[in-house]
Every structure is written in C-alpha cells, then in structure tokens.
C-alpha cells in the first residue's frame, strides 16, 4: 500500500536529514561510537544533497530521477541497519540506527513513485 506521494517524501527528506544531523549528538552517539556519530550526520548530509538534485518538487536541480532517489533511500537505510552489526554497537547507538534505517526503508515501501 503506497500512500505517500512523492511530495511529500520531499518534505520528509529534509525534515530526516535535520534529525540524522543532530540527532547523535543529542543522543550522545558519539559517548559509544564515533563512526556511528558521523555516519549519521554524514548520512544526514548525504541526504540533502541528493534531494536537491532530485527530480521532484522540493529540489534545485532535477538530475536525479525519483526511482533512483529512492534506491539511495535504501541502500542507506540497509546501510544504517546492518552498521551497527558489523560495528559491534550495543545500547543506544544499535538502536538509534537501527530504528533510523528501518523507518527509511518503511518510507520507501509505502511512497508512490510518481508526484
């Protein structure tokens, strides 16, 4: 069931960008791991570039088709869930981005691929 419309998405992406920047440093990510500190807020950043050269309606420059916005999406949202693993992390930082890869991939299943 795909109920969110690509605008919206656009919206959203801004509005996650935000947390995946701040949010480790007031969760204090960076007391347990460092990497998992910066590759939110790199993560956060990356994001915001590729919105804006995303093709649809909260963008710069339309560059980027949406499908291939959203294999990015993915990709960092799997990225996000395995980190963790593969880092060893426990405690807040495990679910930090566990939470933020799984609700990126939630995103992405229930978004319509056209505006």
Excluded: C, N
């Excluded at 919206?8 to 701040?22: F, N, S, T």
């Excluded at 570039?49 to 999406?73: C, E, M, N, Q």
Aim: glycine content about 10%; proline content about 3%; cysteine-free.
């Amino acid at each position: 069931m795909k109920f969110l419309s690509a605008k919206l998405h656009g919206l959203g992406d801004y509005a996650a960008a935000m947390v995946l920047i701040i949010a480790p440093f007031v969760l204090g990510i960076g007391e347990q791991s460092m990497i998992a500190q910066w590759a939110s807020v790199a993560g956060g950043i990356g994001l915001i570039v590729y919105s804006l050269f995303t093709d649809y309606t909260f963008s710069a420059v339309k560059a980027i088709p949406f499908k291939t916005h959203l294999l990015f999406d993915t990709l960092a949202g799997i990225a996000f869930v395995i980190l963790p693993f593969v880092l060893g992390l426990d405690g807040i930082a495990r679910i930090y981005l566990v939470v933020m890869g799984a609700g990126v991939l939630l995103v992405v299943a229930v978004t319509q691929t056209s505006e």
